[in-house]
T-cell receptor, first 112, second 114 residues
Framework: DAGITQSPRHKVTETGTPVTLRCHQTENHRYMYWYRQDPGHGLRLIHYSYGVKDTDKGEVSDGYSVSRSKTEDFLLTLESATSSQTSVYFC???????????FGQGTRLTVV | QQQVKQSPQSLIVQKGGISIINCAYENTAFDYFPWYQQFPGKGPALLIAIRPDVSEKKEGRFTISFNKSAKQFSLHIMDSQPGDSATYFCAASIRGSTLGRLYFGRGTQLTVWP
């Protein structure tokens, strides 16, 4: 899977708790993305990064923050999880912005 | 609003038949149109992609047809097989633009009956 590891793969958490999802790549790609996938909505971009400490918002960024302190790691944080954030989260990487993107295996997050 | 519209939402095809999935877009600045295939429990994987300077691209049983004037593109799967059963996403983007991103359609769940 193009050297992308997401952790954890599954998580159940309670409403109001903070949650951090991790994406680790071994491809040394510049661009990294976080998407969420929900039935009927396809894949929606949450945040993306175009370099270390360089990030920007996607179309569904409310309630999420990200950090990238190293090329290989991109963290997604839900500061206070809500039930509407129950979803499958995918990390993706690409060597050139908006061209071939490689996806991780996903993290299934359930907020109860 | 939705940048890329995909249809149908679901598709059932008999083995050996042709599967056709359609997508339409509005932004004429888009210049990269990939298709992704996703199996249950897996992340999407790039299947085939096209740029607007060609009208068709074929890779094995998979063909993208592109109509720039109509702002439409479609995926054709010839001789569909049960192993092709998956969810397919079309997408569009502006290559190399830091302001752009991959916009995905909502997906088509393809089932190929043996």
């Amino acid at each position: 899977d193009a050297g992308i590891t997401q952790s954890p793969r599954h998580k159940v958490t309670e409403t109001g708790t903070p949650v951090t999802l991790r994406c680790h790549q071994t491809e040394n790609h510049r661009y990294m993305y976080w998407y969420r996938q929900d039935p009927g909505h396809g894949l929606r971009l949450i945040h993306y990064s175009y370099g270390v400490k360089d990030t920007d918002k996607g179309e569904v960024s409310d309630g999420y923050s990200v950090s990238r302190s190293k090329t290989e790691d991109f963290l997604l944080t839900l500061e206070s999880a809500t039930s509407s954030q129950t979803s499958v989260y995918f990390c993706a990487i690409s060597g050139e912005m908006n061209t071939e993107a490689f996806f991780g295996q996903g993290t299934r997050l359930t907020v109860v | 609003q939705q940048q890329v519209k995909q249809s149908p939402q679901s598709l059932i095809v008999q083995k050996g038949g042709i599967s056709i999935i359609n997508c339409a877009y509005e932004n004429t600045a888009f210049d990269y149109f990939p298709w992704y295939q996703q199996f249950p429990g897996k992340g999407p994987a790039l299947l085939i992609a096209i740029r607007p300077d060609v009208s068709e691209k074929k890779e094995g049983r998979f063909t993208i047809s592109f109509n720039k004037s109509a702002k439409q593109f479609s995926l054709h799967i010839m001789d569909s097989q049960p192993g092709d059963s998956a969810t397919y996403f079309c997408a569009a983007s502006i290559r190399g633009s830091t302001l752009g991103r991959l916009y995905f359609g909502r997906g088509t769940q393809l089932t190929v009956w043996p």
